[in-house]
């Protein structure tokens, strides 16, 4: 399985795995998470491989399809991206308001004139940010 799907089955399992049958927890557990062989699980609870397999395969697929339809891993995923892509822009905003304070509040050399250029630059992008977050607040409700 690479590594994508890995990392996929897992945070399905995260967001939805308690709606699996307690065979498909345990079967899912001992396979992606303690790394069993279908052999190893087998062995251990006195089935065939086979039986481990299509197991494992129904609870993927239960995964998938709880997640088809509620996307909440989906949306998890972009809300996660947004906060990084927001918290990029917190920072780019503070270096240059840092940048600013160096040179005596005027990053420019242009004086007032530029004070205020650069007042409005920084409100513009906490502007943008603060409405960004109210978009992901609107979807949270």
């Known amino acids: 399985m690479s590594a994508d799907k890995q990392v996929r ?20 557990e001992l396979y992606h998470h303690d790394d069993l062989s279908l052999g190893e699980i087998a062995e251990q609870h006195g089935v065939s491989r086979q039986a481990v397999y299509d197991i494992l395969k129904r609870a ?25 892509e927001l918290d990029q822009e917190l920072s780019a905003v503070l270096e240059e308001l840092a940048r600013a304070f160096e040179h005596g509040g005027d990053s420019s050399g242009e004086g007032q ?6 007042g409005s630059r920084i409100r513009e992008r906490l502007e943008a940010v603060q409405e960004r977050l109210r978009t992901l607040a609107a979807d949270e409700a």
């Open 9 to 28: 089955m897992h945070l399905l399992y995260d967001f939805y795995g308690q709606l699996l049958t307690e065979k498909q927890r345990s079967f899912f």
């Open 60 to 84: 993927e697929r239960t995964l998938e399809e709880l997640e088809s339809k509620l996307a909440l891993v989906a949306r998890y995923l972009r809300e996660r991206q947004l906060v990084v």
């Open 113 to 118: 004139a530029g004070g205020a250029a650069l």
